[in-house]
């Protein structure tokens, strides 16, 4: 019994593997359809009795503005061109602040790779099972994808409005515009708003937004990248 037992648990994690691997390398290629949270934000859409609604236009990032890679890694992941999906030093200083500020809302590190590898193979949580999941498919994207193919990925898949997803629908939605003619400003703004994109808009930017946006413009002038 025991011996069936571990032989289906070998079929399961051969099986596992074999997909995982198998469909990273396929999207190191193909356009990223969908995503688990786009079918899930439709299922709420529709649970809420509204219209289902996913706006997403898949777009080679050499037909993005060059201002649109350099405003995320600038808000989100200034060392993304040097660290192998994990930054060790953000986590450590994250670590260091939420010890401090315990009972507070919790500060994070995660990459740009990281939350590339979050949104096209996993389902949003916060479980230590979903974590692992996350390394492991973190480190599956650096290994067989490049920087420029994780950021192209990133920026066509990251939810940025309700039913909003990636550059182009983004750019199109709250600018009038394709992605390749966005601004700095604008940039920076689309930028701005990716830790609550239900939230805020780049359109209508808070006083709190127009300051982050100047803050990440500031640090897009200092960012020397190779890969963008």
């Known amino acids: 019994m025991i011996k069936k037992v571990l032989r289906f648990l070998l079929k399961v994690f051969l099986w596992f593997l074999g997909l995982s691997i198998g469909s990273v390398i396929l999207f190191r290629f193909v356009p990223i359809p969908f995503t688990p949270l786009m079918l899930i934000r439709c299922v709420e859409q529709k649970s ?39 930054d060790l030093e953000a986590i450590r200083k994250a670590q260091a602040y939420n010890d401090r500020h315990k009972g507070k809302r919790m500060k994070g590190a995660s990459t740009i790779s990281q939350q590339t590898a979050k949104n096209v193979f996993l389902w949003p949580s916060r479980s230590w099972i979903r974590k692992g999941f ?33 550059t182009e629908a983004a750019a199109q939605e709250y600018f009038h515009k394709p992605a390749k003619n966005i601004s700095v400003r604008e940039a920076s703004l689309i930028a701005a708003v990716l830790p609550n994109p239900r939230k805020w808009s780049p359109a209508k930017p808070t006083a709190y937004i127009q300051r982050k946006s100047g803050r990440i413009i500031h640090f897009m002038s200092r960012l020397e990248l190779e890969d963008f």
Do not use: C
């Open 134 to 166: 996350e390394v492991y498919f973190t480190f599956l994207i650096e290994l067989f994808w490049s920087k420029q193919r994780i950021m192209e990925v990133y920026l066509n898949v990251i939810e940025m409005g309700d039913g909003i997803y990636g």
């Open 48 to 86: 809420d009795g509204k219209s289902m609604k996913m706006h997403k236009d898949w777009t080679a990032i050499e037909n993005m503005s060059a201002a649109m890679p350099l405003a995320v890694i600038a808000s989100e992941d200034q060392n993304f061109e040097e660290h192998f999906g994990f």
